[in-house]
């Protein structure tokens, strides 16, 4: 047993397994079948080697537990017709994002990064530094070997040239644009109704 799932368990079970029980105790026959499904859902949560995976642990074990109800109901002969009105009980929302959430961000972070490639070097190199690092501007000046005051220029020149890559080529995945000209405006569109 590794201690670090036994630590997981102390940190993410235990606080929830009192209303874990609480909602178990509608599905299940009775306070013994609430041990036993508590019991099995510690149980193969001990027994995996890892819960790196684990982004929210409450409706992780909810979830644990519900599947070992599902697997009693279909072992059981009887089925019993309140245990499985009241199942949906354990659902507890998983805040982990969608599948397309994930593909979509994905997307964009792409996207973003390509409009970032067309900034100018050291734009680019201060673009990066502040906004994908994370670091503060007075950590980018001594990183980079920049004062304070350029770093602040680059970030808002980096900003105008993106807004205008976006204004000229639009918000398109494939408009990650390598002849982008800094400073040429977009041809402005002449509307016949006008």
Not at 10 to 21: C, K, S
Not at 63 to 80: F, G, M, Y
Not at 95 to 104: G, I, K, L
Not at 175 to 184: L, T
């Given at each position: ?25 509608r ?81 964009e972070?792409e ?84």
């Open positions: 047993m590794h201690t670090e799932v036994v630590d997981w368990l102390t940190i993410h079970f235990l606080p929830h397994e009192a209303e874990l029980r609480r909602m178990l105790r599905v299940c026959i009775g306070p013994a079948e609430v041990d036993d499904v508590v019991q099995e859902t510690c149980y193969r949560i001990l027994s995996m080697p890892s819960l790196d995976h684990v982004r929210d642990p409450k409706p992780f074990v909810f979830r644990a537990a519900k599947n070992i109800v599902l697997d009693r109901i279909k072992r059981d002969n009887v089925v019993h017709i309140e245990a499985l009105a009241n199942l949906e009980e354990l659902d507890i929302a998983d805040t982990a994002p969608s599948p397309e959430r994930v593909v979509f961000a994905r997307s972070l996207w973003v990064i390509g409009l970032v490639a067309n900034l100018p070097d050291r734009c680019k190199s201060v673009f990066r530094a502040r906004r994908i690092h994370g670091l503060s501007q007075q950590e980018t000046a001594e990183t980079l070997g920049l004062t304070g005051g350029v770093v602040e220029h680059e970030m808002m020149k980096g900003m105008r040239l993106m807004s205008e890559m976006i204004a000229q080529y639009g918000m398109q995945q494939e408009a990650v644009v390598s002849n982008f000209i800094p400073g040429k405006r977009p041809a402005k569109r002449i509307n016949a109704k006008d």
